[in-house]
């Protein structure tokens, strides 16, 4: 007694691909839960460095930390755009203290600066240039040495 029925032939052989196959498209990185704000990101740039005084930094660093009103982000996942703070390169990823070497926290810490707290300035004055520039040089005058 057969319980399956019969398969025609060749039915159970692999199919061999076609040459014309297009491959899957990738899908783009979730921003699930991130705020994307190019145009802060751009002003941020523009301001001076918190750690070397360089003007303008280059570049904008997310802070990853949590806070009171800041969740940490996730594994592999960016903070929203409004965290994110002017370090040049040399401070930010390159320099021998840098940030992405030491740590975020005793980057920030050996400053002694609050680096959530400056976001938070620095958002809130937004899109105006020369304010978060003054929120930039108000919190470097109280930085460690």
């Known amino acids: 007694m057969r319980i399956s029925p019969i398969a025609p032939p060749g039915s159970l052989?692999?199919?061999?691909p076609r040459e014309h196959a297009t491959k899957p498209a990738r899908?783009?990185?979730s921003t699930k839960g991130r705020d994307l704000d190019a145009k802060h990101l751009a002003l941020v740039r523009r301001c001076p460095c918190l750690s070397c005084d360089a003007d303008p930094a280059g570049e904008a660093a997310h802070v990853r930390m949590s806070g009171p009103d800041k969740p940490m982000p996730g594994a592999g996942a960016k903070p929203s755009d409004r965290f994110a703070l002017p370090i040049c390169?040399?401070?930010h990823t390159r320099g021998a203290r840098a940030q992405h070497r030491v740590g975020e926290a005793r980057?920030?810490?050996g400053l002694?600066?609050?680096?959530l707290l400056i976001c938070a300035e620095l958002y809130a004055a937004?899109?105006?240039i020369e304010?978060?520039?003054a929120v930039v040089f108000k919190?470097?005058?109280g930085r460690s040495p």
């Open 13 to 16: 052989l692999k199919v061999a």
């Open 27 to 29: 899908r783009p990185k």
């Open 89 to 91: 390169p040399a401070c």
């Open 107 to 109: 980057f920030w810490r």
């Open 112 to 115: 002694g600066l609050d680096p």
């Open 126 to 128: 937004s899109p105006d």
């Open 131 to 133: 304010a978060m520039r």
């Open 139 to 141: 919190h470097r005058e």
